[in-house]
């Protein structure tokens, strides 16, 4: 099987929640070949709670990878007024699975990948989503083909799912879910995070791969 590579971009002042949770399932992908990466604008990012970062690949790197997450912080909308920083996302869901976190969503909506696609963020990035001539559904995840965006930090577990059954299978994300949920609580965590990811699933056969 080829190489795969997904992306987290993270930003400065990013929510550890967004990135490092998804970052975690992701890597429960045991494939040789299967590579997660932060991606950052700078080889250092500092978190909204003063959590310093390396990256381990450039924005220009995650352009190139098979799925790009984006993650969230408390300064998205300095990234999104960013002009330079913007014009460096070349994204695009015709060849890569695209996801966004929470405010990351008002970056995939900037770059103009949400138009006409109803999308979810978290509740203080909301009207800035709307703004941006968005719809914002009341749910944690929604996906439209290769784009999919969720809402609350600890919908990233939706995000990282759906993104490993797109490009694994449904089993590979079921089991990933299953590693990280509270013993105890494991089908109940399964079942809710393969719930809400199943519905945007049906236009896939069950191993995926982007082209």
């Not at 690949?57 to 330079?84: F, H, I, P, Q, Y």
């Not at 939706?158 to 797109?166: D, G, N, T």
Request: proline share 4%; with cysteine; glycine share 8%.
């Amino acid at each position: 099987m080829r190489p795969t590579h997904v992306a987290i971009l993270t930003f400065e002042g990013f929510n550890e929640l967004d990135s490092l949770i998804a970052l975690g399932i992701l890597n429960r992908v045991k494939r040789l070949g299967w590579r997660v990466s932060i991606a950052s604008p700078t080889p250092k990012v500092r978190s909204m709670n003063g959590v310093v970062i390396e990256a381990q690949a450039s924005l220009e790197e995650a352009c190139e990878a098979d799925a790009v997450l984006v993650g969230s912080g408390m300064l998205t909308r300095d990234v999104v007024a960013d002009a330079a920083l913007m014009s460096r996302l070349k994204l695009d869901p015709a060849r890569q699975l695209i996801g966004a976190q929470c405010s990351g969503t008002l970056v995939l909506a900037k770059l103009g990948l949400l138009d006409g696609v109803a999308a979810c963020t978290d509740l203080t990035t909301k009207p800035w989503v709307q703004e941006a001539g968005v719809q914002v559904l009341e749910r944690p995840f929604t996906a439209k083909g290769n784009v999919a965006t969720s809402g609350g930090c600890l919908a990233s577990q939706y995000l990282a799912a759906w993104c490993i059954a797109r490009l694994e299978g449904f089993e590979a994300a079921r089991s990933a879910i299953h590693y990280v949920a509270p013993v105890g609580e494991k089908t109940e965590y399964v079942t809710r995070a393969m719930a809400n990811i199943t519905p945007y699933l049906t236009d896939t056969p069950e191993m995926t791969r982007v082209a």
